[in-house]
T-cell receptor
Framework: TAGITQAPTSQILAAGRSMTLRCTQD?????MYWYRQDLGLGLRLIHY???????GKGEVPDGYSVSRANTDDFPLTLASAVPSQTSVYFC?????????????FGPGTRLTVL | GQNIDQPTEMTATEGAIVQINCTYQ??????LFWYQQHAGEAPTFLSY??LDGLEEKGRFSSFLSRSKGYSYLLLKELQMKDSASYLC??????????WGAGTKLIIKP
């Protein structure tokens, strides 16, 4: 079982350009999440989706958008990248059952915005 | 505000025992998670506590005191492969995870 896959593995992007980070899971999990991880800071939630067709804003949503057209895919789009969006981005998924709702992470995308 | 505190870095010796502490202040509590993250890799789930007490899983144990807003992860018989960051996270009243910045554990031979 692949679990969660993310693409690309890494990317260098010019400021002002747009980009979509891809995330796909094959565990039929209801909930999916996008986090960014920066040195010295905890994982910060960007956007989440509790089930296909619904999305919500996390702690740091500005400059990012998401969609959840089906259960498996949860792409993250940067409409006009800025250097402060340089980070490692992790996608995660969970059953979405509350309580003991363990999140499972993809391998991450390392993004550099110049 | 919501806050998770854990030491930035710890050093221990191969074969020894180490305890990584985590204190939290969150709006509501629906459980506490510990994850392991090797450098350049994704976090992987280690343990979950929702009731007070100790949960043991092989060489790793996790303790929770809800009244004190405190948890620790205990690693026994340390191996070189245990060199990693250990992340503490609390599920708040909205069932969202609030993450600590992680504790980098360095194991020396």
């Amino acid at each position: 079982t692949a679990g969660i896959t993310q693409a690309p593995t890494s990317q260098i992007l010019a400021a002002g350009r747009s980009m979509t980070l891809r995330c796909t899971q094959d565990m039929r999990h209801n909930a999916m999440y996008w986090y960014r991880q920066d040195l010295g800071l905890g994982l910060r939630l960007i956007h989440y989706s509790n089930t296909a067709g619904t999305t919500g804003k996390g702690e740091v949503p500005d400059g990012y958008s998401v969609s959840r057209a089906n259960t498996d895919d949860f792409p993250l789009t940067l409409a006009s990248a800025v250097p402060s969006q340089t980070s490692v981005y992790f996608c995660a998924s969970s059953d979405g059952g509350g309580g003991t709702d363990t999140q499972y992470f993809g391998p991450g995308t390392r993004l550099t915005v110049l | 505000g919501q806050n998770i505190d854990q030491p930035t870095e710890m050093t221990a010796t191969e074969g020894a025992i180490v305890q990584i502490n985590c204190t939290y202040q969150t709006s509501g509590f629906n459980g506490l998670f510990w994850y392991q993250q090797h450098a350049g890799e994704a976090p992987t789930f280690l343990s979950y506590n929702v009731l007070d007490g100790l949960e043991e899983k092989g060489r790793f144990s996790s303790f929770l005191s809800r009244s004190k807003g405190y948890s620790y992860l205990l690693l026994k018989e340390l191996q070189m492969k245990d060199s990693a960051s250990y992340l503490c996270a609390v599920m708040d009243s909205n069932y969202q995870l609030i993450w600590g910045a992680g504790t980098k554990l360095i194991i020396k031979p």
